[in-house]
């Protein structure tokens, strides 16, 4: 409100002029906001029939994941992601989309909410699904989101879903697994063999012991269903007649080193700075 006040005092009234030195404003504090680090955000969904999609739209504190803007913004581009399929996160950029008075693309209106609410804003990531599989998704809260392209029963991968959200497999099957992150576990598992001091061939066994073990533990089908650590998540689909071909688990900020602020230090700097002017 102060800043429209502001540019119809400095237009002398005129709305014309006042809307466009406004919106060059709020471009200017955009664009001095762009560098800040957004760690913090949401993650939602759009589905429709056998299309949709999942998107994780972050900014810089917890507070503004609760504003009405923001997560109008941030549900608006899951249903654009799922409906325009944009290439990556600068076509989704220029899909057209208006909202509080900005547009006429998601673009501008991500800009425009920068100016408006005073912080950083971004779309990190998104998953469209569209071919031709059923669709669960389920979010946990704000903070994390599980799309399941599955064929069968719907509660089956609804559950999947959740399971997925409190136990964040990162494959469908041992064999799925990243080839960085076996290489990572082998390299852990060789270092712990070689401080026991085991003969070679003990090491070894000890060595691939371990990395089958985190490939089970890491393997969804692998896994023990949450809702029935007698049965893995694999059994409990074969009951219920129910295939899962794909999921995808977004977790908000995750990845994303945040900047952890010192204030005692930062007080210090500025006493010690205060003084050395003085």
Known sequence: MMECKKALTEAD?????????LRVKLGT???KAASRVTAEGVVTSFVEGNTGAMIEVNCETDFVTKNDSFLALA?????LVAK????????LGELPYSQDGFGPTLEEVRKGLIGKIGENMSFRRFKRAAGGAQ???YLHGTRIGVLVEFEGQEQAAKDVAMHVAA???VALTSADV???LIEKERSVATAKAAESGKPADIAAKMIDGSVQKYLKEVSLFNQPFVKNDKQTVEQMLKANSTTVKAFTLFVVGEGIEKKVDDFAAEVAAQVAAAQAAA
Do not use: F
Not at 13 to 21: N, Q, R, S, V
Not at 85 to 90: L, R, T, Y
């Open 178 to 180: 990243p080839a960085d």
């Open 13 to 21: 009234g005129d709305m014309a002029k006042a809307e466009e030195l």
């Open 135 to 137: 669709l669960a998704t």
């Open 84 to 91: 325009h399929n944009p290439a990556d996160v600068a076509a």
């Open 167 to 169: 136990m964040k497999p």
């Open 75 to 79: 549900n608006a581009a899951a249903q």
């Open 29 to 31: 504090k955009a664009g």
